[in-house]
Every structure is written in structure tokens, then in C-alpha cells.
């Protein structure tokens, strides 16, 4: 039997006590995920049960019980709070997908202060902006990712510690850094958990915004609430599972469904930091005999690309669910994984504001191929009108995703910028910025995003943020970034770019640019395309319009072009 039984008595008697209950919290209770994540478990009866299998490159592996991560999550609260981190302040983690990574969050959700993880691959440009914004005290890195750090740390004005994982061998450790290696620290016992409440921030994730700098994503650890019952129904996580997430934790997944709700669940989970390729994947989940596997939809198709051959070369029958999220998955996708292994992905939608999963496809519900599935129970949701925001009622018709605040995982803040946050409400509804039509069974079928955003490979990448990096090459005098269609990636990003006078389109200065932006920004958010034009086309108004040259990348109708600059 599926863990949410039906789905329709679960959605017609839904309140979040069901969730509180099995958690033991009563409204007023101090609530620490972290604790929640470890110590409770062990509480349980759990201690020596496994918590983390990890597999890196060349072989390497390590394991911990829910004992190992009670005992260093709290030497990891412990050192921080010896250096003078205290509830609230920012500790950012910026590390490959290692143990370090996932016991440090923990740890630092047990002082009280605020995770703030960010993606390893980021270059300077892009760590700077969320570090400044984020008034960042502290923050966890490796050896290989120094380099970035120290080129920005003087304009870090907040930042008080450095902390190296991996000892840095030969290179001295310089101003604000320290080293800390957890598995060879002495192990605390006893760690006083910061009393934290509900409402007492615990994650900022960054998120890119259509216009502006990245957002800073604040959430709480009451948020434990909707990601504990969420991943209990949604990915049916049971005693026995052994679980994979191949998110990163730099971003939101990584975090809600690859360290806390499994944990919270006592469940035993795999990470590696390995790459990808088919046979590593495939290997990976006979080795651990893998039984829920949460991916995305990139990842699948890079599976489907690889062939159907290749997985004849593997055991693959622990898996008994599979789930997806980040971006629209094909129903290709899932008719060709219940053709291969026998079981459909189960398609979720949420963002990293929602904080857990909102619309998706349960066990044992009928599975549309294609469609994102029913809201979660008690979340309440709709289409509504671009303009009026009232609900649309006639099914099929296309509008925006609405939902009703007030599931326990959902932002409190863009971290200093209400005037932001606040213009994602209206009409008491929290619009999350993606079309979508509902059908007359009450499937969600989604349709598009609602701004200029791009979802590569499941990450958004700010038009935005890319052109403003690209104006800082010196070749370029004007730049417009939009998404061109990709098989793998669903969209990948495409520069039109004016050079300044002097300057010529050549092979040489398209790789340039290219490399210059995966330096600055990331690998997600360098070009893969690069389309030199004399001029961009603008409204009257002097906007880049965007929207025109997208259209042309996917052979759409370029519509109405009325506000187009004469030439
Ligand atoms: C969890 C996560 C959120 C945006 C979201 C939407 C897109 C997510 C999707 C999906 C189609 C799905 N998205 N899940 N689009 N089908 N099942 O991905 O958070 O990084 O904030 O991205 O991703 O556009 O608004 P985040």
C-alpha cells in the first residue's frame, strides 16, 4: 500500500496536524530541523541505522549512521559557534556535492543560523551578488573553490570566516581562513540545539529573477511540516527505501528532498559526486540497490539518449519509484521509462519559493503522461486570468498558476526586497509565474513560463543576469539572452550580440565570450550559441524585445510587432 492511500479521501479531509502529529510538534513548540534530521531519529531507535551512502570519483565512498550525523552535525554547530556564529546569521556552503555538504547543513540549521547553500560551479560574478546581498558572515568551502573566494573576499565587507574542509596541503591558509575537517574533528555529544520557532529562519536559497539580481528565497523551519508529509506522499518514502536524489543541494531539491524530508524520515540515502553518464547512473542504483529515485528531466533524456541497450547490462529491479521535477517533463519521457524499467516517473511541480511540492502525480493515481498531476491535499489552487486574476473556471482554457498562501513551506521574504515579494501576490493569491490549463479530470497540464526566465536543464538562468555580464566583455556593446530549443536541456541559452566598433565576429572571440561568461557566471548560464547581429530589435521605448527574437529561435509566430522601432 502506497503511504497517501487515496488520494481523494486525503484531499477531501486534509489539515497539516496530520503532519505536525507524526512530528511530534505542537503549535509553540521549538521546531529545529536540524534536530529533527538527527537527534530525533537516534531518539527513535535509529542510531545505527545508515544515513548517507556517498560515492565520489575514483572509488571513494563513505558512510555514516544517524549516530555519525548526530555526533557531527553537532561538532560542526559546535565549531561554528566557537567562531561566533549566532542564530541568524548567514553561513553560506559552497561545496561539491560532499558529506561536508549535507552534515554541515544540518549543522548549521542546529546554531540557529541560516543555510545558505550556492552552487559550486558558480564564478566569482555570481557568488558575489548572492554574498553581498546575503550580508554572508561565514562560509564552508573546499580547497578546489578557494581561488574564487579569495578573489572576491575584499569586497566582502560581512564575511568573517573561510572554512576549508579539505585541508589546503601546500598553500598557506590566509586572512579569515580556518581549516575543519569533520571526520577527523573530535566528536561533541552534547550540542545545545538553538531553541528555534516556527517562524525562525532557517534556508536562503537564491533564485534568478526576470529583471533584477538574484533573489535571496527565505524560509523557515516550520517548512519541515510540508517537506516531511510531501515526501512521505509525493516519493512514498518508507523504512526500508533507499532513496536517491541526484539534485544538487545548491539548489532547491537538493535541499527540501535530498537532505531534510529523507532524513526527517529516517530514510537511508544515496549521493555521489561522480557526474553523470548512463552506466555510472545505472551502476549506481544496482550497487545501492536504489528503490525511489528522484531526478529530472534533463537527466532522463540524457538516459533515453543513451540507449535502451545500455540498461540491459544492469540489475535494476530494486527501483519501485521514480519521481521528476525542475522543468516540463515529455510524455515521451514517461512512456519511455515504463517501457525500460517498468515503472513511470511521477511528475512534481514546485519552486524554490513553494519550498515543497505543490502539483504532481501520486501512487496509485492514474497517471496522464504529460500532465503535472492534482495539487497536493490542502493545497488550494487555480488558473486564474493574466489580468483579473480570478479563477478560470472552463477547463482547458490557459492562465497562470495560482495557490493560496499559507502551506507551511512557503516563503516568508525575499531576503531584503519586500516590494519584490510582494508583487508575487494579487488578488490573495501567490502567482509562482507559469501558464498552465486544467482538464476536465482536474490534471494540471503546464504550458510555459510567464516571463523571460530560461530552465536549462532544470536551472534557472536570469536573460538578465547574462547580459549584464556579457556588457562587461570588452567586445560587446549591447547584448539580448534568450532560450533556444535543445533535446537534452529542453532550452539552453543563445546571445544575439552587437560588437563594439573594432571588433570582429571570429571563432575565437565566440569561445571568449563563452568561456568568459562560465567563468563569471556558471557553466549553466554560458551561451551555448552565440549570433553576432549589427542591431537588436526595440520598442519604441528603446526595450529589447526579447520576446522576438525568441520566437524566431523557436519557429514560432513573432506576433504583433507594432511597437517595433522603425529602421
Ligand atoms: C523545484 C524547482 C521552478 C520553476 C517553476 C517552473 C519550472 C518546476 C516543473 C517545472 C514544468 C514541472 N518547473 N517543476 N516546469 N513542469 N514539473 O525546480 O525550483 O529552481 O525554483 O524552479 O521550474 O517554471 O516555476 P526552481
Redesign the pocket.
Same mark, same amino acid.
Given at each position: 500500500m502506497h503511504n497517501i492511500g487515496s488520494y481523494d479521501e486525503r484531499a477531501k479531509n486534509f489539515s497539516w496536524d496530520i503532519s505536525e502529529k507524526e512530528l511530534g510538534y505542537q503549535p509553540g513548540d521549538n521546531i529545529n530541523i536540524g534536530w529533527y534530521c538527527t537527534d530525533r531519529i537516534c531518539d527513535m531507535g535509529k542510531a545505527e541505522k545508515t544515513a548517507l551512502i556517498w560515492e565520489g570519483l575514483g572509488g571513494k565512498h563513505k558512510q555514516y549512521t544517524y549516530n555519525d550525523l548526530r555526533l557531527l552535525s553537532n561538532t560542526i554547530a559546535g565549531f561554528l559557534t566557537s567562531l561566533g556564529i549566532v542564530a541568524e546569521d548567514r553561513v553560506c556552503i559552497f561545496l561539491d556535492r560532499i558529506p561536508e555538504l549535507y552534515i554541515g547543513f544540518v549543522g548549521i540549521l542546529k546554531t540557529g543560523a541560516i543555510a545558505q547553500p550556492l552552487f559550486s560551479a558558480f564564478g566569482e560574478e555570481s557568488l558575489i551578488v548572492r554574498l553581498e546581498n546575503a550580508e554572508t558572515k561565514a562560509i564552508i568551502t573546499q580547497k578546489k573553490h578557494l581561488g574564487k573566494v579569495r578573489k572576491i573576499v575584499d569586497k566582502l565587507p560581512y564575511l568573517k570566516h573561510i572554512i576549508v574542509v579539505d585541508d589546503p596541503g601546500k598553500a598557506p591558509l590566509q586572512q579569515l581562513e580556518i581549516a575543519f575537517d569533520m571526520d577527523n574533528a573530535e566528536r561533541l555529544e552534547h550540542y545545545e540545539v538553538y531553541p528555534t520557532k516556527a517562524e525562525s529562519p532557517s534556508v536562503l536559497h537564491y %533564485?534568478s529573477g526576470t529583471t533584477g539580481m538574484p533573489k535571496g528565497v527565505k524560509h523557515v523551519h516550520y517548512s519541515l511540516i510540508s517537506q516531511y508529509l510531501t515526501a512521505k506522499w509525493v516519493l512514498d518514502l518508507k523504512e526500508n527505501d533507499i532513496y536517491w536524489c541526484t539534485a544538487d543541494p545548491g539548489?532547491? %531539491?537538493g535541499t527540501s528532498y535530498g537532505i531534510i524530508s529523507p532524513w526527517a524520515l529516517g530514510v537511508t540515502q544515496c549521493v555521489n559526486d561522480i557526474g553523470f553518464s548512463a552506466d555510472a547512473w545505472y551502476s549506481f542504483i544496482e550497487k545501492h540497490r536504489i528503490s525511489v529515485w528522484y531526478s529530472a528531466?534533463t537527466a532522463i533524456r540524457s538516459l533515453m539518449k543513451a540507449g535502451d541497450e545500455v540498461i540491459k547490462k544492469y540489475d535494476l529491479s530494486s527501483l519501485r519509484h521514480l519521481a521528476?521535477?525542475?522543468?516540463?517533463?515529455n510524455a515521451e519521457a514517461v512512456i519511455w521509462s515504463d517501457k525500460v524499467f517498468g515503472l513511470k516517473f511521477h511528475?512534481?511541480?514546485?519552486? %524554490?519559493? %513553494?519550498g515543497s511540492i505543490m502539483?504532481s502525480n501520486y501512487p496509485g493515481m492514474p497517471i496522464k503522461a504529460g500532465s503535472?498531476g492534482k495539487p497536493f491535499p490542502g493545497v488550494v489552487s487555480a488558473v486564474v486570468d493574466p489580468e483579473s486574476y480570478e479563477e478560470i473556471n472552463d477547463t482547458g482554457k490557459i492562465g497562470l498558476i495560482a495557490f493560496r498562501p499559507g502551506w507551511p513551506a512557503m516563503m516568508r521574504m525575499y531576503w531584503n526586497n519586500e516590494q519584490v515579494y510582494k508583487a508575487k501576490f494579487n488578488n490573495g493569491w501567490y502567482i509562482?509565474?507559469?501558464r498552465a490549463y486544467i482538464d476536465p479530470e482536474g490534471y494540471f497540464w503546464?504550458v510555459g513560463?510567464d516571463d523571460d526566465?530560461i530552465?536549462t536543464g532544470?536551472?534557472?538562468v536570469s536573460p538578465f543576469e547574462v547580459e549584464s555580464a556579457l556588457l562587461e566583455h570588452p567586445a560587446v556593446a549591447e547584448s539580448a539572452v534568450v532560450s533556444k530549443p535543445d533535446f537534452v536541456n529542453m532550452e539552453v541559452v543563445k546571445a544575439f550580440v552587437c560588437l563594439k566598433p573594432g571588433y570582429e565576429a571570429t571563432p575565437e572571440l565566440n569561445l571568449e565570450i563563452m568561456n568568459f561568461i562560465r567563468k563569471k557566471l556558471s557553466p549553466l548560464a554560458m551561451p551555448q550559441d552565440i549570433e553576432y547581429i549589427p542591431n537588436l530589435p526595440k520598442t519604441r521605448s528603446g526595450k529589447i524585445m526579447r520576446r522576438m527574437l525568441k520566437a524566431q529561435e523557436w519557429g514560432e509566430e513573432i506576433g504583433d510587432t507594432s511597437t517595433l522601432e522603425d529602421d
Amino acid at each position: 500500500m502506497h503511504n497517501i492511500g487515496s488520494y481523494d479521501e486525503r484531499a477531501k479531509n486534509f489539515s497539516w496536524d496530520i503532519s505536525e502529529k507524526e512530528l511530534g510538534y505542537q503549535p509553540g513548540d521549538n521546531i529545529n530541523i536540524g534536530w529533527y534530521c538527527t537527534d530525533r531519529i537516534c531518539d527513535m531507535g535509529k542510531a545505527e541505522k545508515t544515513a548517507l551512502i556517498w560515492e565520489g570519483l575514483g572509488g571513494k565512498h563513505k558512510q555514516y549512521t544517524y549516530n555519525d550525523l548526530r555526533l557531527l552535525s553537532n561538532t560542526i554547530a559546535g565549531f561554528l559557534t566557537s567562531l561566533g556564529i549566532v542564530a541568524e546569521d548567514r553561513v553560506c556552503i559552497f561545496l561539491d556535492r560532499i558529506p561536508e555538504l549535507y552534515i554541515g547543513f544540518v549543522g548549521i540549521l542546529k546554531t540557529g543560523a541560516i543555510a545558505q547553500p550556492l552552487f559550486s560551479a558558480f564564478g566569482e560574478e555570481s557568488l558575489i551578488v548572492r554574498l553581498e546581498n546575503a550580508e554572508t558572515k561565514a562560509i564552508i568551502t573546499q580547497k578546489k573553490h578557494l581561488g574564487k573566494v579569495r578573489k572576491i573576499v575584499d569586497k566582502l565587507p560581512y564575511l568573517k570566516h573561510i572554512i576549508v574542509v579539505d585541508d589546503p596541503g601546500k598553500a598557506p591558509l590566509q586572512q579569515l581562513e580556518i581549516a575543519f575537517d569533520m571526520d577527523n574533528a573530535e566528536r561533541l555529544e552534547h550540542y545545545e540545539v538553538y531553541p528555534t520557532k516556527a517562524e525562525s529562519p532557517s534556508v536562503l536559497h537564491y %533564485t534568478s529573477g526576470t529583471t533584477g539580481m538574484p533573489k535571496g528565497v527565505k524560509h523557515v523551519h516550520y517548512s519541515l511540516i510540508s517537506q516531511y508529509l510531501t515526501a512521505k506522499w509525493v516519493l512514498d518514502l518508507k523504512e526500508n527505501d533507499i532513496y536517491w536524489c541526484t539534485a544538487d543541494p545548491g539548489w532547491v %531539491t537538493g535541499t527540501s528532498y535530498g537532505i531534510i524530508s529523507p532524513w526527517a524520515l529516517g530514510v537511508t540515502q544515496c549521493v555521489n559526486d561522480i557526474g553523470f553518464s548512463a552506466d555510472a547512473w545505472y551502476s549506481f542504483i544496482e550497487k545501492h540497490r536504489i528503490s525511489v529515485w528522484y531526478s529530472a528531466p534533463t537527466a532522463i533524456r540524457s538516459l533515453m539518449k543513451a540507449g535502451d541497450e545500455v540498461i540491459k547490462k544492469y540489475d535494476l529491479s530494486s527501483l519501485r519509484h521514480l519521481a521528476s521535477v525542475g522543468e516540463p517533463l515529455n510524455a515521451e519521457a514517461v512512456i519511455w521509462s515504463d517501457k525500460v524499467f517498468g515503472l513511470k516517473f511521477h511528475d512534481s511541480y514546485w519552486q %524554490t519559493e %513553494t519550498g515543497s511540492i505543490m502539483i504532481s502525480n501520486y501512487p496509485g493515481m492514474p497517471i496522464k503522461a504529460g500532465s503535472m498531476g492534482k495539487p497536493f491535499p490542502g493545497v488550494v489552487s487555480a488558473v486564474v486570468d493574466p489580468e483579473s486574476y480570478e479563477e478560470i473556471n472552463d477547463t482547458g482554457k490557459i492562465g497562470l498558476i495560482a495557490f493560496r498562501p499559507g502551506w507551511p513551506a512557503m516563503m516568508r521574504m525575499y531576503w531584503n526586497n519586500e516590494q519584490v515579494y510582494k508583487a508575487k501576490f494579487n488578488n490573495g493569491w501567490y502567482i509562482p509565474g507559469d501558464r498552465a490549463y486544467i482538464d476536465p479530470e482536474g490534471y494540471f497540464w503546464f504550458v510555459g513560463r510567464d516571463d523571460d526566465i530560461i530552465n536549462t536543464g532544470g536551472h534557472l538562468v536570469s536573460p538578465f543576469e547574462v547580459e549584464s555580464a556579457l556588457l562587461e566583455h570588452p567586445a560587446v556593446a549591447e547584448s539580448a539572452v534568450v532560450s533556444k530549443p535543445d533535446f537534452v536541456n529542453m532550452e539552453v541559452v543563445k546571445a544575439f550580440v552587437c560588437l563594439k566598433p573594432g571588433y570582429e565576429a571570429t571563432p575565437e572571440l565566440n569561445l571568449e565570450i563563452m568561456n568568459f561568461i562560465r567563468k563569471k557566471l556558471s557553466p549553466l548560464a554560458m551561451p551555448q550559441d552565440i549570433e553576432y547581429i549589427p542591431n537588436l530589435p526595440k520598442t519604441r521605448s528603446g526595450k529589447i524585445m526579447r520576446r522576438m527574437l525568441k520566437a524566431q529561435e523557436w519557429g514560432e509566430e513573432i506576433g504583433d510587432t507594432s511597437t517595433l522601432e522603425d529602421d
